[in-house]
């Protein structure tokens, strides 16, 4: 539509097509919405969609005070920009327009300190802001996306009604909730983002150990990937998963995957993600392990001489000699249930990162109803959060979700499968790291007692950092050497 007769209920400023999709979700969900941006072109374009996608209540603006101009007060505006510096050109050049109580709400991946500082700029000037995550990609953004708004409660209740409508839908509510203050929403998105990252990173290693050590094919894959999505695993990455398997190359012989560059790209909200789990002293290794391995996938042409050197040093392939003795239907049951308990201590990671932030910050995070919210629309969108929701739902507090009795008993009956199947990518030499790193955090987290007795007292001997005793109260200092020495003169005399 072109003139608009009265004022739109939102606007949005940012038409790349996640822009675009977003602001025709809500012109869809009958909420009048104006857009702008600064490349008129792209204003025509998202107009024509509109009119070609039903006629939607949707009216394009050329500058910026035209388009604040047409949104009714106060003024709402989402802005879907690239991160960093074009977000704070895009707020000064918009918020020149706007008046004591307007809402900026920035739809990017954001790094959340600097959503905390553009709540401090824009409220000298009065205006609200939240930072809101939007997760579900292009297709997301139009059908119905996960949305995790974070900053100003009144700025959310402006448009909780919009949101509930234009977020995906699932049969306990709309994929939205307020997040919390300051940085919160964006923070979830980010965390969001690491727990995908190990998602995928699983998932691949499951392909690889059914490839190589099972020697599977393309169509066998598609299969089973297609059957595990009817069951525990079913989610959005099982299910592309397996119509990637399927899709034949239109450029020659074969399907598409094989021809696909082995070189991961990334945009960096998995790196934010294991940086804050250091900071925070969390551990996130199946998270932290899916970022190396992609850091290790550029490395394509040393990898290739590294294949070639160690080749010639000897090394032999071991996967074609265990292949022939394999139990295939075992294995793929195997690595079904190593794929499910591995997730768990991914999310597991995930949820205490974002637990151990809440309390630093005073945010308040409800897990329960993050798992929710993530159950439809998102990337990492799956049956199993249903079951995390219930799991905090039974204790808000849980320590890990390690520990839930229920996934306590998933963990314990799957556990033999687990490590059959990381045994076997050992024995190939077939690297499975994220399956590893959540193997092992498995392993450290449910024992009682570690060998960090001897570490501490390592510290206390080169450095004098002292130790706790696990008999008595207080901290002890020993000078080892010195005992060492008369131990060791003891043992002389002895001898």
Known sequence: MEASPALSRIGLAGLAVMGQNLALNVAEKGFPISVYNRTTSKVDETVQRAQDEGQLPLFGHYTPREFLLSIKRPRSVVILVKAGSPVDQTIAALSDHMEPGDCIIDGGNEWYENTERRIQEVSNKGLLYLGMGVSGGEEGARNGPSLMPGGSHQAYSNIQDILEKVAAQVEDGPCVTYIGEGGSGNFVKMVHNGIEYGDMQLIS???????????????????????????????????????????????????????????TGMKGTGKWTVQQAAELSVAAPTIAASLDCRYLSGLKEEREN???????????????????????????DDVRQALYASKICSYAQGMNLLRAKSVEKGWNLNFGELARIWKGGCIIRAVFLDRIKKAYQRNPNLASLVVDPEFAREMVQRQAAWRRVVGLAISAGI????????????????????????????????GAHTYERIDRPGSFHTEWKKYA??????????N
Not at 230 to 244: A, K, N, P, V
Not at 306 to 332: F, H, M
Not at 485 to 494: E, F, H, I, R, Y
Request: net charge negative; proline share 2%; glycine share 8%.
């Open 431 to 462: 690297s499975t790291p994220g399956m590893c790193a959540s193997l092992a955090y498995f392993d450290t987290y449910r024992r009682a007692r570690l060998p960090a007795n001897l570490v501490q007292a390592q510290r206390d001997l080169f």
């Open 485 to 494: 020495q008369k131990s060791n003169a003891g043992v002389g005399a002895l």
């Open 205 to 263: 290693e499951a392909y690889d150990v059914l490839k190589h050590v099972g020697g599977l094919s393309n169509d066998e894959l598609a299969e089973i990937f297609a059957e595990w999505n009817r069951g525990e695993l079913e989610s959005f990455l099982i299910e592309i998963t397996s119509d990637i398997f399927r899709v034949k190359d239109d450029l020659s012989d074969g399907f598409l995957v094989d021809k696909i560059l082995d070189k």
């Open 306 to 332: 590294a294949a070639e050197v160690l080749k010639e040093a000897g090394l032999k392939e071991e996967v074609g000699s265990l292949a022939n003795g394999i139990d295939k239907k075992r294995l793929i």
